[in-house]
Nanobody, 124 residues
Framework: QAHLVESGGGLVQAGGSLSLSCAAS????????MAWYRQAPGKQRELVAS???????NLAESVKGRFTISRDNAKNTVSLQMNSLKPEDTAVYYC??????????????????WGQGTLVTVSL
């Protein structure tokens, strides 16, 4: 079974920076897209940034110019560097990955895997 483990959340003042990291492990290989989503209280989960295996990136308009996503294909990791943080960036941030692997029943197929989430709080 595949797992994603996030790290790096915490409390930061507005204007500060944080870096999130996520590592994939278990029975997932040939990971295609890795991404970060976030969900603020009372709001729907939204895409923050994604990156393909080839390095193509997509960032939400609200974070362009402030956040950078990167990945290490050899290590199956993805990172999100967040600069100039704003209170509206406060949310639980979730790592996402998709690719081929084996599910919990041991069947090979295309998987979509989520991390457990890490809280980012930006104070005034």
């Amino acid at each position: 079974q595949a797992h994603l483990v996030e790290s790096g959340g915490g409390l930061v003042q507005a204007g500060g920076s944080l870096s999130l990291s996520c590592a994939a492990s278990g029975s997932i290989f040939s990971i295609n897209v890795m991404a970060w989503y976030r969900q603020a209280p009372g709001k729907q989960r939204e895409l923050v940034a994604s990156i393909t295996r080839g390095g193509s990136t997509n960032l939400a308009e609200s974070v362009k110019g402030r956040f950078t996503i990167s990945r290490d294909n050899a290590k199956n990791t993805v990172s999100l560097q967040m600069n100039s943080l704003k209170p509206e960036d406060t949310a639980v941030y979730y790592c996402y990955a998709d690719g081929y692997g084996f599910n919990s029943q041991g069947r090979r197929g295309y998987l979509e895997v989520w991390g457990q989430g890490t809280l980012v709080t930006v104070s005034l």
